[in-house]
């Protein structure tokens, strides 16, 4: 197996037990609010759309394919973190009488 | 290996040594180690209405220092590109965030889905173009996977948000050999799949692998119905973030594997929680049929059994009460009802009534859809109580007022084993006082079944729109 292979199971492995015990604790209020924001983490995939048309590659399909992926999952970021704190806002205890 | 008889070995042997990325400078790296441990943090503070906004803030602040470490890559060349899809993502995520009513959530989450799913599997597609042949076995593997979650994920998820947008017919759509013909579909992508990693130079594979993922999304999600929908929403939001995590392989970025792992267990959870307050497994949920046929006649059980009452009668009970429960279901959602609930919980708190929420886990079209909207109308948070904790306390309320709600209050989950529903959890409002079921008629639930506890001794029916009644009662209520 070569070695990138290896560690990147390795921390696979590891960060999905990670997210099982820390989600695991979440509230079952907020579980809307959980489900947009992991989906907004999950749209760190902009990074790698941004390396891949970055590099530009001397395809114009390339490019293409890349730009569309960096808008969709900046679309994702934006509105994926927005949507999750204008939900979390509404959260509120009793005012105090 | 199965490829060492194959012609693209020498071409695969020779990249091997030509490694297609560069090495990553120590500093981009320490901020994404940084990054990933903002992302965990950002979960754990998740736990409690108290501190969630502070997690939202530690995920922003780490994918903004990912985001900016990336683009000062050196591998990152052109940047015009770049800055056009961020300016056209910003302008088309705003509205979406920020004007989107919060009974529109699900669909817009489904959205938000399929577009991370479609990022994912774009870039593999990019990717196998851009370096083809000369990637290794592993790498190719890689592709074949976030290809095949991206796609179908992208395909299933628009198909999710149509249903729940009700563009698409929300009821479970059947036609014969169904299961046969999605299976086949899968099989036949992930023997597509494999020809990619076994023959990447042949122009054909890819193309057909693309267009069986994508077709495979659209069967899998176009049977299932309104009702699975909690489970279905969960599923392919752990689908998105395995589709991401797999890019983490492809591009060996640690951050994406992280990221996307985080979504990737998050969404199995919920959907464990879903298909367990459903008593169903996931097989079932995807590939299931409804049984119809087994269930009691209607008219058996509600012939003669039914009592109606009005506002005023309504208005006279709750003006007795010392302990009320309301039990909102997703016709709470359809009616807008959220701040007319808002509005009734506010006027009995004010004449000393306890009023408490009891939610079910399934109620409304997305895990923890309801909280989110009686939070909008202003309830308290520590008011919305999950099933478990709200269960035991049902004999004690004088009234329950379900809305909008059906399958998730049958007593015949609970006591009747021939039940399509047997074994069910559900919220056990029929050990109250009163209970009075705002409701436009009588007709069934999702799963399609009469309801024994609308024909119930201390059951009492109000035929009515799940608004207009709260505010009728409100407004008798005032008068006494």
Redesign the interface.
Known sequence: MNPSLESNLFVFALAAFLGYEVVRRVSPQLHTPLMSLTNAISAISVVGAIVVTGAGHNTTMVVVLGTIAVTASMINVVGGFLMTDRMLKMFKKRKSQ | MIRSYLPVTIIAATAKFLPHRQVMPAYVILIYLA??ML??L???W?????T??W??LA??I??AA??IA??F?P?????D??F???A???A???P???L?P?TA?PQ??AL??A??A???A??G???Y??HGTSL?T?TLVAIGFESLLGYLTFTGSLVAAGKLQEILPTQPMHYPFQNVASISVLAASVIAGAMVVVIPANPLVFPIFIAQCLLFGVMLILPIGGGDMPTV??LL?SY??LS??A????????????????????????AM?MCKAMNRSFINVLFGQVQAGKATKSDDIYGGNIKSVNAEEVAAILDGARRVAIVPGYGLAVAQAQHAVGQLFELLESRSVDVQFG?H?VAGR????M??LL??A?I?????M?MDRINPEFENMDVVIVNGANDVVNPDARDNPNSPIAGMPILNVDKAGTVIVIKRSLSSGFAGIPNPLFAAKNCLMYFADGKKAVLDIIAELEKL
């Open positions: 990054a990933a992302f965990a950002s979960l754990k998740l736990s409690s209405p108290k969630a906004r997690g939202v995920g922003e780490g994918m990912a985001i990336t683009l890559l591998e990152v060349r052109h940047y590109w770049i056009i899809a961020f056209i993502a910003i088309a995520a705003l979406m965030a920020l989107i919060m959530v817009q989450i938000f889905h577009f991370g479609l990022a994912a774009l870039v597609t990019a990717e173009y851009a290794g592993s929403i969960a939001n998105a973030g991401a995590s890019m983490g392989f492809v591009l060996n970025n640690k951050l994406l594997i992280i990221g996307g792992a985080l979504e990737g267990s998050s969404g199995f959870i919920l929680i939610i886990p997305m895990p923890g859809h909280n989110v939070a909008e202003n308290p948070y520590d008011h919305l999950e």
